[in-house]
Antibody
């Protein structure tokens, strides 16, 4: 079955960097685009970024553009999110999601919590 | 912008529930399809896909969930609410980037 497992979250000071990972299994990772979506404590869902199945295209939310970089390693079935210049407002649970047919995000990981605080 | 109403919906078990989602612009893609999904998030859980392309139930989703609508106005209906349906429901558009979500509608039992 499809499984997505995020890791790399933690507490980080403002201005510092963090890299999240999403390990995928149970499907052909190299055939699917992937998303990052975040959820601040007690808030709704906010889309962060998407990457094409082969890494050829990437799109970002305006709130993270220029600070975050999405990437993937299809040989390791792993998705990444490099987060630089972190701000307090980046505090959230970060979910990775598989981009399925018909532009749906059909499977989601359990999420990893990032807390930006001094 | 995706706007959901109501933001909270107290429902009696076995009764129907309906959630509306309105987009500030048409969600019809240049390929003719409308990429509007509905997601459920139970307490402490990640989101779960219920409905995609307005009205298609995802694998394993009970048939008491249905979606309808067109253009800018969409609706999720639960025909008979069960206890396991408690949670927050989001509409999501993927017709264009950025992907955007509604604010969420909390469904709770009266």
């Amino acid at each position: 079955q499809v499984r997505l497992v995020e890791s790399g979250g933690g507490v980080v000071q403002p201005g510092r960097s963090l890299r999240l990972s999403c390990a995928a299994s149970g499907f052909t990772f190299s055939s699917h685009g992937m998303h990052w979506v975040r959820q601040a404590p007690g808030k709704g869902l906010e889309w962060v970024a998407v990457i094409w199945y082969d890494g050829s295209n990437k799109y970002y939310a305006d709130s993270v553009k220029g600070r975050f970089t999405i990437s993937r390693d299809n040989s390791k079935n792993t998705l990444y999110l490099q987060m630089n210049s972190l701000r307090a407002e980046d505090t959230a649970v970060y979910f990775c999601g598989r981009w399925g047919d018909d532009k749906r995000i059909d499977y989601w990981g359990q999420g990893t919590l990032v807390t930006v605080s001094s | 912008v995706m706007t959901q109403t109501p933001l909270s919906s107290p429902v009696t078990l076995g009764q129907p529930a309906s959630i509306s989602c309105r987009s500030s612009q048409s969600l019809v893609h240049s390929d003719g399809s409308t990429y509007l999904s509905w997601l459920q998030q139970r307490p402490g859980q990640p989101p779960r896909l219920l409905i995609y392309k307005i009205s298609n139930r995802f694998s394993g989703v009970p048939d008491r969930f249905s979606g309808s609508g067109a253009g800018t106005d969409f609706t999720l209906k639960i025909s008979r609410v069960e206890a396991e349906d408690v949670g927050v429901y989001y509409c999501m558009q993927a017709t264009q980037f950025p992907v955007t979500f509604g604010q969420g509608t909390k469904v709770e039992i009266k």
